[in-house]
Nanobody
Framework: QVQLVESGGGLVQTGGSLRLSCAASGRTFSNYAMGWFRQAPGKEREFVASINPSGGIKRYADSVKGRFTISRDNAKNTVYLQMNSLKPEDTAVYYC?????????????????WGQGTQVTVSS
C-alpha cells in the first residue's frame, strides 16, 4: 500500500502559479506511473496529468496543456504539478494518484492509491 500526501494548494489570483507536491511512501514508487486528478464542486473527478515511471512520457488533459507541467523525482518519492496561468475554472480539489500500471494513462480506474486532496482556488 502506498501512502500519498499532497501539499502546495492555496488561493491565487487569475494568471498566477502554484506548485503541488505529492510525497509517496513505499519502495515501489519509481516502478509505476503517477497522476493528478481534480474535482470541482458539483462535478465528477477529472484527469489532469500523468507521468510514466522514468518521467519521460507525460500526458495532459486538453484543458491544462501548455499551462501545467507534471514531473517526478524518484530519489525523493515525490511527484509535482507546476500550474501556471491559472484560471478560475482550475478551482478544484487536486488529488495525487498512484497507478497500478507502468504507463501513463488518463483513466482513474488505473490508479489504486489516492491522496487526501489539496484545495486550489483561483480568484477572478
Amino acid at each position: 500500500q502506498v501512502q500519498l500526501v499532497e501539499s502546495g494548494g492555496g488561493l491565487v489570483q487569475t494568471g498566477g502559479s502554484l506548485r503541488l507536491s505529492c510525497a509517496a511512501s513505499g519502495r515501489t514508487f519509481s516502478n509505476y506511473a503517477m497522476g493528478w486528478f481534480r474535482q470541482a464542486p458539483g462535478k465528477e473527478r477529472e484527469f489532469v496529468a500523468s507521468i510514466n515511471p522514468s518521467g519521460g512520457i507525460k500526458r495532459y488533459a486538453d484543458s491544462v496543456k501548455g499551462r501545467f507541467t507534471i514531473s517526478r523525482d524518484n530519489a525523493k518519492n515525490t511527484v509535482y504539478l507546476q500550474m501556471n496561468s491559472l484560471k478560475p475554472e482550475d478551482t478544484a480539489v487536486y488529488y495525487c494518484a498512484f497507478s497500478a500500471l507502468t504507463i501513463a494513462t488518463t483513466s482513474s480506474v488505473n490508479f489504486r492509491s489516492w491522496g487526501q486532496g489539496t484545495q486550489v482556488t483561483v480568484s477572478s
